[in-house]
Structures are given as C-alpha cells and as structure tokens.
C-alpha cells in the first residue's frame, strides 16, 4: 500500500522558518513528479512547489526565494524549507507524489497520492 506521510509543520513567528517532510512509502512504481500544495481557509487548494524528477523544479510566485524544495533519493523523502515566513503562508501543507510506469522515456498509468496534510501557521 503506498503511502505519502508529511511531518514538519507547526507555530513560527513571521520572519521564521519550518521544513517540512514528505516520505513516500510501498511504491513498486517510478516517480513521476513530488509537489506541495497548500490550502487556507476558505481558499482553493494552491500548487506551492513542485520536482519533475528528470526535469524542472517549479514554484508559485507568492513563495520563490524564500521556499526550497529539495529531494533525498536514498530516503525517498521530499523537504520544502521554508524561511522567512508571512502570516499568508498560513495553511494545510499536502504533498502530492505523482507515481507511475516510465517504458521507453514515456510514462503510463499515473496517478497521484496524497498525505493527510500537516499544519502550518505562521503569526504575526
């Protein structure tokens, strides 16, 4: 069974920092891509930052140059640190890993797996 398991979140004054973690588990499939999104209350859930594995890193706007997003593939594991915080990056933190078959450069079967979320709130 695969399982996508973030850990991280918490309290932090503006101006701190938090790194978050995404561990994914029980795939026998390739990883197509691992993103964060978030979503505040009363909001639509947003695409934060995202690896394309064997490609671009993308992030939304309201976060580049102060969130990174990074990936340790001996642990299977995806970071999203995340400094210089605002009360607006206040949300649920998901990560998505997007799992599938690569034959022959191009991928089958995706699909997209999802954690039960981590909270993130940042006061002001």
């Known amino acids: 069974q695969i399982q996508v398991v973030e850990s991280g979140g918490g309290l932090v004054q503006a101006g701190g920092s938090l790194r978050l973690s995404c561990a994914v588990s029980?795939?026998?499939?390739?990883?197509?891509?691992i993103a964060w999104y978030r979503q505040a209350p009363g909001k639509e859930r947003e695409l934060v930052a995202r690896?394309?594995?064997?490609?671009?890193?993308d992030y939304t706007d309201s976060v580049k140059g102060r969130f990174t997003i990074s990936r340790d593939n001996t642990k299977d594991t995806v970071y999203l640190q995340m400094n210089s915080l605002k009360p607006e990056d206040t949300a649920v933190y998901y990560c998505?890993?997007?799992?599938?078959?690569?034959?022959?450069?191009?991928?089958?079967?995706?699909?997209?797996?999802w954690g039960q979320g981590t909270q993130v709130t940042v006061s002001s």
């Open positions: 998505n890993a997007r799992l599938g078959e690569k034959r022959g450069g191009l991928w089958f079967s995706l699909n997209d797996y």
């Open positions: 029980g795939s026998t499939f390739s990883t197509n891509a």
């Open positions: 690896i394309k594995i064997g490609s671009n890193i």
